[in-house]
């Protein structure tokens, strides 16, 4: 069993940054790939980034491609996701996600949720 847990959302202008960290509880949290999600008012939610359960690779979403990184610190037991270049598309509710066999293209195949952070981008 795994809990997550996010933070560092918030209202910032278009063009600003932010950093969204997630928090995994138990001791074997190098043992699963990490993704972030995210959900627009009245839109499914979409695979936004992902990393392997070492950090060697990482996955991006072609629409935030060059403006987010996704990272992980396993002794510390987090997932970060660094959001640069933010635009008003990109406000969402944000969930990081943790699976221990994630899908080839890394965007299902996740077991465990966090409860999300908004991200609230103005223009």
């Known amino acids: 069993q795994v809990q997550l847990v996010e933070s560092g959302g918030g209202l910032v202008q278009a063009g600003g940054s932010l950093r969204l960290s997630c928090a995994a509880s138990?001791?074997?949290?190098?043992?699963?790939?990490m993704g972030w999600f995210r959900q627009a008012p009245g839109k499914e939610r979409e695979f936004v980034a992902a990393i392997s359960w070492s950090g060697g690779s990482t996955y991006y979403a072609d629409s935030v491609k060059g403006r987010f990184t996704i990272s992980r610190d396993n002794a510390k037991n987090t997932v970060y996701l660094q959001m640069n270049s933010l635009k008003p598309e990109d406000t969402a509710v944000y969930y990081c996600?943790?699976?221990?066999?994630?899908?080839?293209?890394?965007?299902?195949?996740?077991?465990?949720w966090g409860q999300g952070t908004q991200v609230t981008v103005s223009s």
């Open positions: 138990g001791r074997t949290f190098s043992s699963y790939a």
């Open positions: 996600a943790a699976g221990q066999t994630p899908s080839s293209s890394w965007s299902t195949g996740y077991d465990y």
